[in-house]
Every structure is written in structure tokens, then in C-alpha cells.
């Protein structure tokens, strides 16, 4: 697999599966955007993809905000005049359920998970059926399945993958494919953000070996090497799928 001469624009890339894919793609020889909010967090993905790639254009952006999705786009077309993948990988998640979510905790995850991811897509467009590009999306598992007590999240995850569909086939005449990835737990600092101390998150670390088939929480690696294959042309026939990366929680039913 090879993307060399393809520009690829990653949001959340400062960590997690952003800087996974970012570190994955640069090794596939891609020209890569990497957006993030922490200069230097984000400048330490820059130079590990340095070692890989030359070409590395670091933007310090908060997705939530207009001038910063505009200076996004903006920088990305000055720098490479073009555009061939979109990666929308910045996500946050908080727990709760219809009796404890906040309106305020909604709106927040609505506006970074739905909205912002939104907006990207729409002012990158132009720029992706020029090239008859792509876009993955980061959904998850809580996408395609429903759980307790994650509802505002949940619902977000599956507003992507509607997102995502109907992306799809808006835009397939005009050769742009748009998909998304369904991770189960994934070893990142997602929920550690999201309010869960180290011991509650061991325990739920601890608790995937029953909710994933395969035994065990995955690793960013291996949802990179997902999201490279939906980028890449080996996926060139698929569009509006939402893959799971999950070890087959998807799959799972209480008994
Ligand atoms: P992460 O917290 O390491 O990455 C998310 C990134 O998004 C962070 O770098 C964060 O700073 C960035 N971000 C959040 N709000 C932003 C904003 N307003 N502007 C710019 N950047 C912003 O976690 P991750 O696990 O790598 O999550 C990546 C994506 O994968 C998310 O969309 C998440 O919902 C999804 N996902 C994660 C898991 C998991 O178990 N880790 C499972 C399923 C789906």
C-alpha cells in the first residue's frame, strides 16, 4: 500500500488513533495535514512522521471553531493544492445516561463528535471531488451497537455513521467514497478524558477480555491499519460501510 503523492489531512492527530494513522501513513509515504489543539503534543507526532515522510503540515486548530475549520482548509491547500483523504478522528466521550447527562455535556460532545466533524467535511469537499478522494470517519462500536449510560455518545457515534452513509452516496457519482471505522476499546486516553481515574479504567480494561470476543481492548495499530485500507485504493469499490475494528464485540449478545 502506497500513498505517495496523496495528501491526507488527520484530524486529532496530537494523539491515539489520530497520531497512530498519522505514524502509519507516513510510512506509506503520504503528505500529511495534522491537526491537533496541543502544540506540543502535536509537534512530537510531526517529528516522529518526519523520520518517514518529508512532507508534514502541522496546524494548531480546534475543530469546534469556524475561523479555525476555514484556516484548516486554508493552510492545506496553500501548502499542497489539494486534497485526496480526509480523516475525522477527533472525538471526545463522557458518560451518562437520560437521568444524568447534562444538556451542556450534549451539546459539547454534539458539537465536537457531530457538528465539527460536520463542518470539516463540508469546507474539504470541493477539494476531495477535485481529486476524487475520500473520507473515513471515526465512529465506533456505540455507533452500530446501543449501551447504557454513554447515551449522548452513543447517539453522536450513530449520527456519524448516517453521516457517513449519506455522504456516500451523495457524492459517488462524482468518484468520493466516504466510510467509517467502528472501534471497539481502544488503548488511548479517551476515557481517562472522559472522567475515568487509572483504577476505574483498569477494571474496565480488565472487563474487555468478556465484552470483546477476541479476549482483550485493541490497540491504535490496529484500528491505523483499518482506516489505511478504507483510505486506499485497495478499497476503491467500497463506500458507505461502517467497519467494525472491535476483536467482534459487534457481534456479542448476553446470554
Ligand atoms: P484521543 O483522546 O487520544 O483522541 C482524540 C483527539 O481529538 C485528541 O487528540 C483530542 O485533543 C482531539 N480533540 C478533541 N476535541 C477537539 C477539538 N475541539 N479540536 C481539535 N481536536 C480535538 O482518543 P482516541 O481514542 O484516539 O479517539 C479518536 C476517535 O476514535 C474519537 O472520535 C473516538 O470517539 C473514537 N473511538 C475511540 C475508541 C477508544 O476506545 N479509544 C473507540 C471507538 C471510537
Known amino acids: 500500500m502506497s500513498f505517495e503523492g496523496k495528501v491526507i489531512l488527520i484530524t486529532g492527530a496530537s494523539s491515539g488513533i489520530g497520531a497512530a494513522t498519522a505514524e502509519y ?28 515522510t518529508n512532507n508534514v503540515l502541522k496546524i494548531i486548530a480546534d ?17 499542497f493544492s489539494k486534497l485526496n483523504v480526509l480523516i475525522n ?9 437520560i437521568e ?22 463540508q469546507l474539504c469537499i470541493p477539494h476531495l471531488i477535485a481529486t476524487k478522494g475520500n473520507i473515513v470517519n471515526l465512529s465506533s462500536v456505540c455507533g452500530i451497537r446501543s449501551f447504557p449510560n ?3 455518545y452513543n447517539m453522536s457515534k450513530s449520527a456519524v455513521d448516517q453521516f457517513t452513509n449519506c455522504v456516500a452516496l451523495e457524492l459517488a457519482e462524482k468518484g468520493v467514497r466516504c466510510n467509517s471505522v467502528c472501534p471497539g476499546v481502544i488503548k ?29 481492548a485493541g490497540n491504535v495499530d490496529e484500528v491505523a491499519a483499518a482506516i ?3 483510505a486506499s485504493d485497495a478499497a476503491s469499490f467500497i463506500t458507505a460501510v461502517q467497519l467494525p475494528v472491535d476483536g467482534g464485540r459487534h457481534a456479542m449478545c448476553p446470554r
Open 188 to 216: 488511548t486516553e479517551l476515557h481517562k478524558r472522559g472522567g475515568m481515574d487509572d483504577e476505574a479504567y483498569e477494571r474496565f480494561l480488565e472487563h474487555c477480555k468478556k465484552t470483546h470476543a477476541l479476549g482483550r
Open 228 to 230: 489505511a485500507f478504507l
Open 89 to 97: 478522528s477527533a472525538g471526545i466521550i463522557q458518560s451518562g445516561s
Open 150 to 152: 454513554v447515551l449522548a
Open 25 to 52: 501513513l507516513a510510512k506509506q509515504d503520504a503528505s500529511l495535514v495534522l491537526i491537533g489543539r496541543n502544540d506540543e503534543k502535536l509537534q512530537k507526532v510531526v517529528d516522529s512522521c518526519l523520520k518517514s
Open 100 to 121: 444524568t447527562t447534562t444538556i451542556e455535556q450534549y451539546d459539547r460532545i454534539f458539537d465536537v463528535n457531530v457538528r465539527a466533524l460536520f463542518r470539516i467535511t
Open 63 to 79: 475543530v469546534c471553531i469556524e475561523a479555525d475549520a476555514n484556516r484548516i482548509i486554508q493552510g492545506t491547500i496553500s501548502k
